[in-house]
């Protein structure tokens, strides 16, 4: 089971330890680091995130302020050279508070914690979703859609037999899918790895659609279709 997750951090050499230990565990996936909480939580509200490993004093918000407005909440693990908001932590339901300095040991512990809590919550992959469609509830076929597009307030999911426009936001939608078979590849997009045809300068071809790879997304659209594919030169 691999874990995605993201760093917000806004000291940058806690940020970079916290990377190195990430890189040495197989089943742990970063995503992306933030060293403000605010666009943190846009990116989280916008995307499937497992895990967050979470400081606590930041200058914008604090990591507890950060918790307190999430909608969709994932782990979150704590780390902080202050022991004082281990409590109010835990009452968020955090998994674990890494005190700063830690170990790797004390480190692999606490991923594992989460790693099991993420087991018992597993479930076989769905063969359907249902998304509301202006007033209809409408049955969409995970393996056939294709990419779903964000259009303002709307995500159009187009699928090999038709398209649906929906009011959610990624973070939900990408929520009800497989991970294994879709990823996010530009802020407006998402693709089903098994439908991509090509990929050139950072597009990828799907039917008559041709689909940006933003830089933002880039190393880990490329980590994820293959790990020894040479990522292709800006053009």
């Known amino acids: 089971m691999i874990i995605t997750c993201i760093i917000v951090e806004d000291e940058p ?6 990377k190195a230990f990430i890189d040495k565990v ?6 992306n680091t933030f060293n403000n909480p605010i ?5 989280i509200n916008e995307n499937k995130v497992d895990l967050i490993f979470l400081d606590i004093q930041m200058k914008q918000l604090t990591g507890i302020q950060l918790l307190e407005t999430l909608p969709i909440k994932p782990s979150v693990i704590i780390t ?5 908001f281990a409590l109010k932590g835990y009452e968020l339901n955090v998994v674990d508070y890494l005190l700063k300095p830690y170990s790797f040991d004390r480190f692999v512990k606490s991923v594992n914690k989460v790693s099991e809590l993420l087991s018992k ?7 359907c979703i249902f998304v509301k469609d202006g007033y209809a509830i409408e049955k969409v076929l995970i393996d056939d859609i294709l990419y779903i597009e964000g259009q303002k307030e709307f995500l159009k999911v187009v699928t090999t037999k038709k398209k649906f426009m929906t009011l959610m936001s990624f973070g939900e939608l990408l929520g009800m899918l497989p991970l294994d078979k879709f990823v996010r ?3 407006s997009y ?4 098994d439908k991509i045809e090509s990929i050139e300068r950072h597009r990828i071809k799907m039917t008559d659609q041709l689909i940006p790879i933003s830089e933002t997304y880039r190393k880990d659209f490329y980590n994820r279709i293959s790990g020894n594919i040479k990522k292709p030169s800006t053009g």
Not at 80 to 84: H, L, N, Q, V
Not at 121 to 127: F, L, V
């Open 13 to 18: 050499p806690a940020a970079e330890k916290l």
């Open 26 to 31: 197989s089943f742990l996936r970063l995503i």
């Open 39 to 43: 666009d943190a939580i846009s990116f």
């Open 80 to 84: 902080t050279a202050y022991s004082e």
């Open 121 to 127: 919550r597993g479930q076989p992959s769905p063969k």
């Open 185 to 187: 590849v530009h802020k």
């Open 190 to 193: 998402a693709v089903a790895i």
